[in-house]
């Protein structure tokens, strides 16, 4: 009767050893899907501002050159009024 208790005592905690671990794997992969989410997240993030950047570029060497042409421009009109 007694050597009955223990392994049903030893089946006992055998289950919930086996609970817990399987809920803490659970948690663990859950963690990591998260992670994984959020690391695309930033990935594209990364990706729209870097696309974001370029256009910026773009957009100023446009601005830049209509600035020299200008300055060309004037410099070429003062030039030929002497």
């Known amino acids: 009767m007694k050597t ?9 905690i055998n ?3 086996n609970s817990i671990k399987l809920r803490n794997r659970a948690r663990a992969e859950r963690r990591a899907e998260e992670a994984e989410q959020k690391k695309k997240e ?13 256009e910026l570029d773009g957009m100023a060497s446009k601005v830049k050159g209509a600035e020299d042409a200008v300055r ?6 003062l030039m ?3």
Do not use: P, Y
């Open 72 to 77: 060309r421009d004037q410099l070429l009109g």
């Open 80 to 82: 030929s009024s002497f």
């Open 15 to 17: 289950s919930m050893e």
């Open 42 to 54: 930033f990935e594209e993030k990364l990706m729209r501002a870097a696309a974001s950047k370029v």
């Open 4 to 12: 009955d208790m223990t392994t049903d005592m030893k089946q006992i």
